[in-house]
Structures are given as structure tokens and as C-alpha cells.
């Protein structure tokens, strides 16, 4: 069993409250925040490109409201898939 796995069973056996606390404790560490940082950074630049590329859409008032209802339909069904 790699060290992970005993990790991941140690912390199911834990209490709630053991367990925020063990979230908290990765999602504050550096080694967390360096990562984030760099996916943050490379998604940052991924739409930079699709701006310099010219793939992007304008919305207007008129269609503005269109988006927003196909992100809710999207989001719903995203949480009917995913059981929550």
C-alpha cells in the first residue's frame, strides 16, 4: 500500500472536524498554493492565446441572459450526473 492509500484511510477513519482540519492544513501548505498558482498561470495564458487567436464570443444585452440560462442547464445537469 503506497503511503497515499494509508493517508487516504487514515483520514476516512477521522472525524469531521479531524478531517476539515487536515483540509485546511494541505490547502494552506506551499506546496498547494505553488500548484494552484501554476494551473492558475497556465489557465491565464490558455486565454490569452484564445483572445490573440480571435476564439472568443461577444455578448450583447439581448443574448447576455441566454448564456446565463444555458450555464445554469449545463450546472444542473452537471449535479444530476454527478449524484449531488
Not at 26 to 35: A, I
Amino acid at each position: 500500500m503506497s503511503a497515499v492509500e494509508k493517508i487516504k484511510l487514515a483520514a476516512a477513519g477521522l472525524a469531521p472536524d479531524e478531517q476539515f482540519e487536515l483540509f485546511r492544513w494541505w490547502v494552506e501548505s506551499d506546496t498547494f498554493k505553488q500548484r494552484q498558482l501554476s494551473a492558475l498561470k497556465s489557465e491565464i495564458m490558455a486565454g490569452l492565446d484564445d483572445l490573440a487567436d480571435g476564439r472568443y464570443q461577444n455578448y450583447t444585452d439581448a443574448n447576455v441572459m441566454q448564456l446565463a440560462e444555458d450555464i445554469g442547464r449545463a450546472g444542473r445537469e452537471r449535479l444530476k450526473k454527478s449524484g449531488a
